[in-house]
């Protein structure tokens, strides 16, 4: 099975400021997606960034952008002017592109709070 | 509104008595999912569904159970047989030509 791991339980930064979440995962697939997933205190999941392993490029999410290195499997979430809004519990997950087997599951890390000072 | 609602909010239960999880989506998902969610643990997998009628147990799958009766229910009911049912429990469904996952507002279950 795959797995994905973050290895910073708690993260803090400055308002305005950027932090990056690091993620790493563990799969023999070639072809996934990746995902970021914000978790705020009322703890409804809100999917922040997605990216397809076959794209090169990094996405960008207005001020969420994702460093992706394929090779060195990770997955790393950068958020650029910190907002007290961004404060919450960031998840990164795995999922195959291989819709059939997986049914489309998601396989998740265990988290990093996120603290926002002002 | 489209979406996916979990009743009630938060549950309370004594141990040894079975209690169901309610699951409702309105979005004309197929597949949907159950996830358990624990301080430090991230989500892990309970149970998934791709049709109707149609379950497959996840990664975490023992002392609980499901049905599918219909395509916009997915009720969970966790059994006395669960050693530690206290959690937040999340339920999830899948859109179909993207894949994505979208969840519901969490049940948090305190069993004592």
């Known amino acids: 099975a795959q797995t994905v791991t973050q290895s910073q339980p708690e993260m803090s930064v400055q308002e305005a400021e950027t932090v990056t979440l690091s993620c790493t995962y563990d799969?023999?697939?070639?072809?996934?997606?990746l995902f970021w997933y914000k978790q705020p205190p009322s703890r409804q999941m809100i999917l922040v960034i997605r990216q397809e392993a076959y794209k090169q490029q990094n996405a960008t999410e207005n001020r969420f952008s994702v460093n992706f290195q394929k090779a060195a499997k990770s997955f790393s979430l950068k958020i650029s002017d910190s907002q007290l809004g961004d404060a919450a519990m960031y998840f990164c997950?795995?999922?195959?592109?291989?819709?059939?087997?997986?049914?489309?599951?998601?396989?998740f890390g265990r988290g990093t709070q996120l603290t926002v000072w002002p | 509104d489209g979406g996916i609602t979990q009743s009630p909010k938060y549950l309370f239960r004594k141990e040894g008595q079975n209690v169901t999880l309610s699951c409702e989506q309105n979005l004309n998902h197929d597949a949907m999912y159950w996830y358990r969610q624990d301080p430090g643990q991230g989500l892990r997998l309970i149970y998934y569904?791709?049709?109707?009628?149609?379950?497959q147990k996840g990664d975490i799958a023992e002392g609980y159970s499901v049905s599918r009766e219909k395509k916009e229910s997915f009720p969970l009911t966790v059994t006395s047989a669960q050693k530690n049912p206290t959690a937040f429990y999340l339920c999830?469904?899948?859109?179909?030509?993207?894949?994505?996952?979208?969840f519901g507002p969490g049940t948090r279950l305190t069993v004592t």
């Open positions: 997950a795995y999922r195959s592109h291989d819709r059939g087997s997986t049914l489309g599951r998601l396989y």
């Open positions: 799969t023999s697939e070639s072809d996934y997606y």
């Open positions: 999830a469904s899948r859109d179909s030509p993207s894949y994505e996952q979208y």
């Open positions: 569904s791709q049709i109707v009628n149609d379950f």
